[in-house]
């Protein structure tokens, strides 16, 4: 199946906002696309399309304005009863490469999908998820510093260097 390209870019550019990471670092993982159809096989056409078009809407509505839009973001994706879930589970699968399942309330009102439940997307794409840079640290059994690396100071975490000095 093909996959709209306008669609990954805006799903990319949604994941950019909500894991803090760049696009090149998304795309880097080599899972942008099968994230992507991931998500899309659980939740269907519809509501993936939903999720993207309020995406464009409140960055339309924010334009440049950061605060505005990290506002829109909670209130109107991360929030939503509908959308918050899918959401939190599209950062939860960059980090951690899994899909956990939606909420028992959600299944209830926009009904059960056939595809949802845990999985690990992609076995190789654990060592990948943004967790390991985000903490300065490399997943356990894969992508090791290498011998004697336990001598040396970690990295700085990622996710740190991203916070704001106050």
Do not use: C
Not at 33 to 41: A, H, R, S
Not at 128 to 147: D, N
């Amino acid at each position: 199946m093909s996959i709209d390209k306008t669609n990954l870019q805006d799903f990319l550019n949604l994941s950019v906002e909500l894991t803090a990471f760049s696009e090149v670092e998304l795309r880097g993982t080599g899972y942008s696309e099968k994230y992507y159809q991931t998500i899309l096989d659980v939740i269907g056409e519809t509501i993936f399309k939903e999720l993207l078009n309020a995406y464009r809407n409140l960055s339309e509505a924010a334009g440049k304005d950061w605060p505005k839009k990290e506002q829109l973001l909670r209130q109107d994706l991360l929030s939503s009863r509908k959308l918050g879930p899918i959401t939190r589970n599209i950062i939860k699968i960059w980090y951690v490469a899994t899909w956990y399942p939606l909420p028992p309330y959600w299944r209830d009102e926009f009904g059960s999908r056939p595809n949802d439940g845990t999985f690990v997307v992609d076995a190789w794409a654990y060592p990948e998820g943004l967790l390991w840079p985000a903490v300065g640290a490399h997943p356990p059994g894969a992508k090791p510093f290498g011998y004697g690396s336990w001598t040396e100071k970690p990295a700085d975490p990622k996710i740190i260097a991203t916070f704001p000095k106050i």
